[in-house]
C-alpha cells in the first residue's frame, strides 16, 4: 500500500506518493502542513483515494516542471 509523504519543492508544500512508481507519479499541492497531513490521513483511511484514480476526490491542477508528473489539489466539496 502506498502511503503519502510531505515534502517541499521551492518553498511550496507537497504530498507524493511512497513508493513512487514511474507511471503513477504524483504531486497534491497544499497550502499548509496542517492541510498535507489531513489530506494524508484521508487518504491512508479510506475516505478519499490516491489522486491518480479516478474519481471526484482531486482536482488536476496542472503539471510540475519535469512536463510528466501531475500535481492535485483536493477537491473542495471532499474536505472534512
Known amino acids: 500500500m502506498r502511503e503519502l509523504r510531505q515534502g517541499k519543492i521551492d518553498g511550496k508544500i507537497y ?13 497534491v499541492y497544499c497550502s499548509t502542513e496542517a492541510e498535507a497531513m489531513k489530506i494524508s490521513e484521508l487518504v491512508r483511511t479510506g475516505k478519499v483515494t490516491h489522486p491518480d484514480l479516478i474519481s471526484e476526490d482531486f482536482i488536476f491542477l496542472t503539471y510540475h516542471t519535469d512536463k510528466q ?3 492535485f ?8
Open 15 to 27: 504530498l507524493f506518493p511512497v513508493p513512487v512508481e514511474k507511471h503513477r507519479k504524483y504531486l
Open 69 to 71: 508528473t501531475k500535481i
Open 73 to 80: 489539489v483536493l477537491n473542495p466539496s471532499k474536505d472534512a
